[in-house]
């Protein structure tokens, strides 16, 4: 499959660079965290990754935002960037191997060089365009693109907003030449684009005919200059969509590029599915290059059943939820709530329910309750474990099914939740067991022989946990550490992050010894419940 990595290539995972005309929203953290989880899950598998993310600077809406403001547009992304991007990444823990900015010259410079390059090979050609535009969506619209207010004006299906009737003397890329090319390569290639309903939108979309794509614009200049013609800028999704390339160091550090591009996973939101997965691999095959892997879309995120946009917040900013409910399971909520690929909607009520029955109640209180056992029964020692029979080998079984589940499913398949699910069934299976064999009771039998069946629970116990904290490493790292910690984990078996997922199933890491403490409770109880 595209995720696969091969050679010596690095597992390049990218996000779109996101626009910034304003501060990010729940949307744009739901896509990072899930490429910061992917990222992880990799970089734990042992391989070399590359995971980056960026902001989008040019065109006409943050123009029009930096005018509205009365700053300059590099004074406004300055700010931006600098006060609420970058910030709100860092407090996610989003592990991110670079930053790209549009503006930045190690961006601007190669994208001319690109457009250059395609006009020398008469990819690239003068024409006119008249059509309607949406400013929000930065795009030429089709008719089917296009709904009607009750006054009859179009308006842009996503934005909900007027189009505007643009009419442009512009450069133009032969993209319509791609189309069978394009199908031929999704016929070849039936994993590049995820999930199937956004395969065969692409497919029936491209199949109806592509028009050639207007790259420059002239009407205003918030953009990098077309190298040959500098009264036009080039059209700012060409521009973004070489960040994947420029940042990699396209014509600039060839041992870099070739070992990271093209990226194994593009994650983005289906609305800008086309941009993906038609325009950037047809604008690399008119170049030479490779193509990505894959390109796997987010569905929406909805609030009151309308797509979370920077419009449309109703005021529940990333840091509110992340302040009540910390960081750990704010990553881990949108990716165990929502299909991969699907809508789904936000509430304070799910959020809140899931977070006590499943962290709390199912995650928290078997580590605190496992730990506090060894403490009470053994001194904080680990015991070893001596008398293993059925029940303990229904538990070994068990974990070697989760790890190969989460790993097939978060690593391979994108499917978070199905991967979440499967590690949160062991920790279930774990809980299952405690409860029926009963160590209460078995304590109380002081016999040898009670006592090596004490200690062969409690044993089993913690060693499940230490591969739960591994496993469930990459999605709340924070609190993996705090178990991995609570284990004492590190003497005998080094960092946490170094742990292979692979292996994490081999039973009998930790040894016996081990000193057990009774750590941080993982999931506090929640303060008083919020309301929407
Ligand atoms: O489109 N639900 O930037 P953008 C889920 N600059 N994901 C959402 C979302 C929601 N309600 N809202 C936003 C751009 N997203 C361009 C990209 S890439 C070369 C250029 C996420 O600021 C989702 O990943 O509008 C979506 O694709 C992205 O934010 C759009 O961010």
Not at 27 to 55: F, I, N
Not at 363 to 374: D, I, Q, T, W
Request: contains cysteine; aromatic residues 12%.
């Amino acid at each position: 499959t595209g995720t696969e990595k091969q050679g010596s290539k690095a597992f390049y995972v990218t996000t779109p660079i996101y626009y910034v005309n304003d501060a990010p929203h729940l949307g744009h953290a739901y896509t990072t965290v899930a490429g910061d989880v992917l990222t992880r899950w990799h970089r734990q598998r042992g391989e070399k990754v590359w995971y980056l993310t960026g902001t989008d600077e040019h065109g006409q809406k943050i123009m029009r935002t930096a005018e509205a403001n009365g700053v300059t547009p590099q004074e406004w992304c300055d700010k931006l960037v600098e006060e609420a991007w970058k910030p709100l990444w860092e407090h996610l823990n989003i592990a991110n191997d670079d930053f790209i900015r549009t503006t930045q010259k190690r961006h601007t410079d190669r994208v001319q060089e690109f457009v250059q390059d395609l006009y020398d090979k008469d990819e690239i050609y003068k024409g006119g365009y008249e059509g309607p535009y949406c400013v929000g969506c930065e795009e030429y619209k089709l008719p089917g693109d296009l709904i009607e207010a009750e006054d009859g004006t179009k308006l842009c299906a996503v934005h909900k907003k007027p189009v505007e009737i643009l009419k442009e003397e512009n450069y133009f890329f032969k993209l319509s030449e791609y189309g069978p090319k394009l199908l031929e390569f999704y016929e070849a290639n039936p994993g590049f684009i995820q999930p199937e309903s956004a395969r065969n939108e692409v497919v029936n979309f491209v199949k109806q005919g592509l028009e050639d794509l207007s790259i420059s614009r002239s009407t205003f200049d918030w953009g990098v200059p077309v190298p040959w013609d500098d009264k036009h800028v080039i059209y700012v999704w060409i521009d973004a969509l070489l960040n994947y390339a420029t940042a990699v160091g396209y014509n600039e550090n060839p041992a870099k590029f070739d070992e990271t591009f093209p990226a194994n996973v593009h994650l983005i939101g289906k609305d800008i599915l086309r941009f993906h997965a038609v325009i950037w691999p047809a604008m690399l095959m008119a170049q030479g290059l490779p193509v990505p892997g894959r390109v796997a879309a987010n569905g929406w995120l909805m609030v009151g059943g309308e797509k979370m946009s920077k419009s449309n917040l109703t005021g529940i900013k990333p840091q509110d939820l992340t302040s009540h409910f910390g960081v750990d399971a704010y990553r881990w909520y949108f990716l165990r709530a929502i299909a991969f690929g699907q809508d789904g909607s936000f509430s304070w009520e799910d959020f809140s329910a899931r977070y006590t029955s499943e962290l709390a109640n199912d995650y928290g209180n078997l580590a605190s309750r496992v730990a506090a056992m060894v403490g009470k029964y053994f001194g904080g020692e680990l015991p070893a474990s001596t008398a293993d029979g059925d029940a303990e080998k229904a538990i070994h079984e068990g974990l070697a099914k989760a790890v190969a589940a989460a790993d097939a499913k978060i690593g391979e398949e994108l499917d978070f939740q199905g991967g979440i699910l499967a590690i949160f069934d062991f920790v279930k299976q774990v809980n299952g067991y405690i409860t029926e064999q009963e160590p209460w009771k078995v304590a109380k039998d002081e016999s040898e022989e009670g006592r090596a069946r004490l200690a062969t629970i409690l044993y089993t116990a913690a060693e499940s946990l230490r591969a739960v904290a591994v496993l469930l490493n990459p999605i709340m790292p924070e609190t993996s550490q705090a178990l991995w910690d609570s284990l004492g984990a590190e003497a005998s078996l080094g960092a946490l992050a170094a742990q292979p997922v692979q292996s994490s199933a081999t039973w009998g890491q930790l040894p016996a010894g081990a000193t057990v403490t009774k750590g941080a409770v993982l999931f506090p109880r929640l303060e008083e419940p919020k309301k929407d």
